[in-house]
């Protein structure tokens, strides 16, 4: 029976079946949150809820599996390093032609399941890799240097999710490119021009938009709390404007959501990769909506023609 069951294991995309799980996760706790809130325990309730809309009534033992909201950084400082190993070994083997590493392969056998296959080309697969690395080190740039974290707590369950998103979308595209699944007739595995097709260039200009605009509302949040010299002189939650601030409370999120369809857009055909798309949106768009309805909470002449998430439609 276990030897079965252990059988059976080998041979799951452990990946996408971790993206699936946290998808519905989300969805499930969104549904309770958004329309029953007040029946939910307040271990659930304050777990869920984390920054400005953190849950403000009794606290419950949860207080005790917080961290800083600034430990945000750790996702992309963790991310930037396991970026640069794949582009490390991606270096090896499309460019100085080195076999896979054995140990790489076992890897991905257990992540992805052994009997994988190649999804995408050799150029689509260096682009979208590369488009999330510039995005993971961008954040962490953002983390660094620009942004600005008050005493806000998020759940330990938050900051572990975090990390496990960045190392499996990374992951997620490696198992299905060239050389590191079972070889596709269909995807070559040499670079040629016929490969630069109209997803690729239509997705890779909405990544950088959407990249570009992320980045200025980054800045557009931290200045909120700085003064015209670029010192930090208020911890405070104010008003954003300016930017894509003019139709959306979470341009932020709209943009990451965005990110993530172009990259799928240039995936096309990848069979994980949707089910990343499909946790980032969930995701991004609960926050959204959780960070729109804040908004509207604490100030009162907020602007009426601002969606939450999805310019003119949520």
């Known amino acids: 029976m276990f030897a079965w069951i252990w059988q059976n294991l080998l041979y799951l995309n452990l990946v996408k079946c971790l993206f699936v799980l946290m998808a519905f996760g989300m969805l499930c706790m969104s549904l309770m949150v958004n329309f029953c809130e007040h029946y939910l325990p307040i271990v659930i309730v304050q777990t869920f809820r984390y920054g400005k809309f953190s849950y403000t009534g009794k606290k419950s033992f949860i207080n005790y599996f917080e961290v800083p909201k600034s430990w945000f950084r750790h996702f992309y400082v963790i991310a930037s390093l396991y970026s640069f190993a794949i582009l490390y070994v991606i270096f090896n083997v499309y460019v100085l032609q080195s076999p896979v590493p054995e140990s790489i392969t076992k890897f991905l056998d257990f992540a992805g399941s052994p009997d994988r296959i190649v999804s995408v080309n050799l150029t689509t697969a260096i682009v979208a890799l590369s488009l999330l690395c510039i995005q993971i080190w961008r954040r962490l740039f953002e983390t660094l240097h620009v942004s600005v974290f008050s005493d806000c707590k998020i759940n330990a369950v938050h900051y572990v999710v975090g990390i496990i998103h960045y190392l499996g979308a990374l992951t997620a595209i490696l198992m299905e490119s060239p050389a590191f699944a079972a070889p596709s007739f269909k995807h070559r595995v040499s670079f040629a021009v016929e490969d630069i097709t109209m997803n690729l260039v239509v997705g890779s200009v909405i990544f950088c938009w959407a990249w570009y605009h992320q ?90 023609k601002r969606k939450a998430f999805l310019p003119f439609i949520l």
């Not at 405070?236 to 999120?253: Q, V, W, Y």
Request: net charge positive; charged share 15%.
């Open 215 to 304: 980045f200025k509302t980054a800045i557009i949040l931290a200045n909120l709390r700085k003064d015209s010299t670029g010192s930090v002189v208020s911890y405070d939650h104010k008003l954003p404007i300016g930017g894509l601030f003019h139709r959306l409370s979470a341009p932020h999120m709209f943009c990451e959501m965005l990110m993530y369809l172009a990259l799928n857009i240039i995936l096309w055909g990848h069979s994980t990769w949707p089910y990343v798309f499909l946790w980032v949106f969930v995701n991004q768009c609960e926050t959204a909506l959780l960070s729109h309805w804040w908004y509207k909470s604490k100030f009162k002449a907020y602007p009426k």
